[in-house]
């Protein structure tokens, strides 16, 4: 029963909505509101059953709740899927869409995620406020999100290895917004940076303009190197790579790095750092929640800053604990939400 599944992962809300004239099927998910609007990006997939859909949405907006409490922003977690073809996408369903989530009256803020795209959002911004990401907001949060996932690398390696950005050595998986974004600025203080990309014809022309070393994808994780930076996919640390990383750090910007949570132990148990993804990447929400409250690209830029810091401190703790940042970053999170239930709560 949806019900069920709805307690059992803590919800708040879960709409479904339905517009036959459109075609439009929907589930939007409002995992929690205790720190502010839900707010997390509307994906389009062909999803094979409902079920597939609905666990997607519960999975996904959950994981949105602790992304905004852990970067200390006063924002709840959302998420929504269409159900259909992306092919099939049309302006109509948008506009119904965007009524759709109109209803729900500011309680949850959408925004880009799979299939859509600047252009669907400023359809359903025709019909709503409650959406953030649009033309004529701060633009493409990814400049934000890469300056985030720098910082993260510069004090991450400041923790553990005591050496500033210019004595790294920092392998680069995926050179898309964020890795190039990454690259540049390592490249600016002086870092060793070596890239990696599926789509050789951009990895030749990235390496000939940057003139940095190439390796390929399969080679990727045995490369030597201080830093290894995931920028691609998720997915990516698991049974299989983990035991071949020949680095001292994982801190990139790709979200869901990790197959499974307990592979966070297992890189610890190597003696490797790992910068929580959903920690160090937060620049691009950051960037939407800054574009909400009405803020600058500037103001965005300064909150993203702040990565590096909450990275140390999430260490300490978790040095502190005997446990892992990524567990560090879930207590840090739940405490938040603990304070937002209970203000006069006292933190652990
Ligand atoms: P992008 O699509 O611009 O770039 C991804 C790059 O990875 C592409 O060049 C692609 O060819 C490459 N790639 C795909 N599979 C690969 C593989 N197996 N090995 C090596 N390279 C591979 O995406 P992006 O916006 O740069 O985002 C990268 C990651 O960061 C994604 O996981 C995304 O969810 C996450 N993220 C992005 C933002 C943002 O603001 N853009 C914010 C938070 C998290």
Same mark, same amino acid.
């Given at each position: 029963?949806?019900?069920?599944?709805?307690?059992?992962?803590?919800?708040?809300?879960?709409?479904?909505?339905?517009?036959?004239?459109?075609?439009?099927?929907?589930?939007?998910?409002?995992?929690?509101?205790?720190?502010?609007?839900?707010?997390?990006?509307?994906?389009?997939?062909?999803?094979?059953?409902?079920?597939?859909?609905?666990?997607?949405?519960?999975?996904?907006?959950?994981?949105?709740?602790?992304?905004?409490? =852990?970067?200390?922003? @006063?924002?709840?977690? %959302?998420?929504?899927?269409?159900? $259909? &073809? !992306?092919?099939?996408? /049309? #302006?109509?369903?948008?506009?119904?869409?965007?009524?759709?989530?109109?209803?729900?009256?500011?309680?949850?803020?959408?925004?880009?995620?799979?299939?859509?795209?600047?252009?669907?959002?400023?359809?359903? =911004?025709?019909?709503? @406020?409650?959406?953030? %990401?649009?033309?004529?907001?701060? $633009? &493409? !949060?990814?400049?934000? /999100? #890469?300056?985030?996932?720098?910082?993260?690398?510069?004090?991450?390696?400041?923790?553990?290895?005591?050496?500033?950005?210019?004595?790294?050595?920092?392998?680069?998986?995926?050179?898309?917004?964020?890795?190039?974004?990454?690259?540049?600025?390592?490249?600016?203080?002086?870092?060793?940076?070596?890239?990696?990309?599926?789509? /050789?014809?951009?990895?030749?022309?990235?390496?000939?303009?940057?003139?940095?070393?190439?390796?390929?994808?399969?080679?990727?994780?045995?490369?030597?190197?201080?830093?290894?930076?995931?920028?691609?996919?998720?997915?990516?640390?698991?049974?299989?790579?983990?035991?071949?990383?020949?680095?001292?750090?994982?801190?990139?910007?790709?979200?869901?790095?990790?197959?499974?949570?307990?592979?966070?132990?297992?890189?610890?148990?190597?003696?490797?750092?790992?910068?929580?993804?959903?920690?160090?990447?937060?620049?691009?929400?950051?960037?939407?929640?800054?574009?909400?409250?009405?803020?600058?690209?500037?103001?965005?830029?300064?909150?993203?800053?702040?990565?590096?810091?909450?990275?140390?401190?999430?260490?300490?703790?978790?040095?502190?604990?005997?446990?892992?940042?990524?567990?560090?970053?879930?207590?840090?999170?739940?405490?938040?939400?603990?304070?937002?239930?209970?203000?006069?709560?006292?933190?652990?």
């Amino acid at each position: 029963m949806v019900l069920d599944r709805m307690t059992d992962y803590g919800h708040e809300a879960v709409t479904y909505v339905s517009d036959p004239e459109t075609g439009l099927q929907a589930i939007v998910a409002v995992h929690d509101t205790t720190l502010g609007p839900a707010l997390g990006g509307t994906r389009m997939l062909p999803y094979d059953t409902e079920a597939d859909a609905l666990q997607d949405v519960l999975r996904l907006s959950k994981a949105m709740t602790y992304k905004a409490a =852990a970067a200390d922003l @006063d924002l709840g977690g %959302g998420k929504a899927v269409i159900v $259909g &073809d !992306p092919e099939q996408k /049309t #302006a109509e369903m948008m506009a119904a869409y965007g009524q759709a989530v109109d209803a729900l009256g500011g309680r949850y803020i959408t925004s880009v995620d799979i299939n859509t795209g600047v252009e669907d959002l400023d359809v359903i =911004a025709d019909h709503t @406020d409650h959406v953030v %990401g649009v033309s004529d907001g701060l $633009g &493409d !949060p990814s400049p934000v /999100t #890469a300056y985030g996932v720098f910082r993260g690398v510069e004090e991450t390696a400041r923790y553990e290895l005591d050496r500033p950005v210019s004595e790294l050595s920092v392998t680069i998986q995926g050179i898309g917004k964020v890795g190039t974004g990454l690259a540049e600025r390592l490249l600016e203080r002086g870092a060793d940076v070596t890239v990696s990309d599926v789509d /050789t014809d951009q990895l030749e022309s990235f390496a000939d303009e940057y003139g940095v070393a190439t390796v390929a994808p399969e080679d990727v994780y045995a490369e030597p190197c201080d830093v290894f930076a995931p920028c691609a996919i998720g997915g990516v640390l698991n049974d299989d790579t983990i035991p071949q990383l020949n680095c001292e750090i994982v801190a990139g910007g790709a979200n869901n790095v990790l197959k499974r949570r307990d592979h966070a132990e297992m890189l610890q148990d190597r003696g490797i750092r790992y910068a929580p993804d959903y920690v160090i990447n937060a620049g691009g929400l950051i960037t939407v929640h800054t574009e909400h409250v009405d803020g600058t690209i500037e103001d965005a830029f300064e909150k993203a800053d702040a990565i590096g810091d909450r990275l140390i401190e999430l260490y300490e703790r978790a040095d502190d604990r005997g446990v892992t940042p990524l567990q560090a970053a879930r207590e840090y999170a739940e405490e938040r939400l603990e304070r937002g239930r209970d203000p006069l709560a006292t933190p652990a």
